[in-house]
């Protein structure tokens, strides 16, 4: 194995954990329950919304992770998906799911 695939199946195997977690927080069958206050329903509500909207982060970096274990496979792991430049290995040891350099990440995220 690669240090790129350990990072990307590390980092594959968090999200994984955390989405477990998640899925029972963001189940809102837990809302129903008779035995909560109204307080602890207002927090309950607020911690499920909080709870859906990192599951939706959790999945989407889900789909980054498989998406560049994918790329690795085809060896087309590393370069930028805008200009093909290198991505420097110090960018990809803090995000190894990423696919473009900095210059064209900074021109995606101002769109
Ligand atoms: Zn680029």
Redesign the pocket.
């Known amino acids: 194995m690669t240090e790129h695939q350990a990072r990307l199946e590390n980092l594959k195997a968090h999200i994984l954990e955390e989405l477990d977690l998640l899925k029972d927080q963001a189940d809102p069958v837990a809302l129903d329950q008779p035995c909560i206050g109204r307080v602890a329903r207002i927090d309950a509500i607020q911690q499920n919304e909080m709870a859906k909207s990192n599951l939706r982060y959790f999945q989407s970096q889900l789909n980054e992770v498989n998406a560049a274990l994918q790329r690795l496979e085809d060896e087309e792991y590393g370069f930028?998906e805008?200009?093909?430049?290198d991505i420097p290995d110090a960018r990809l040891a803090i995000k190894p799911e990423v696919r473009?350099?900095v210059?064209?990440q900074e021109g995606h995220e101002s769109l």
Do not use: L
């Open positions: 930028c805008e200009c093909g430049v473009f350099c210059g064209c």
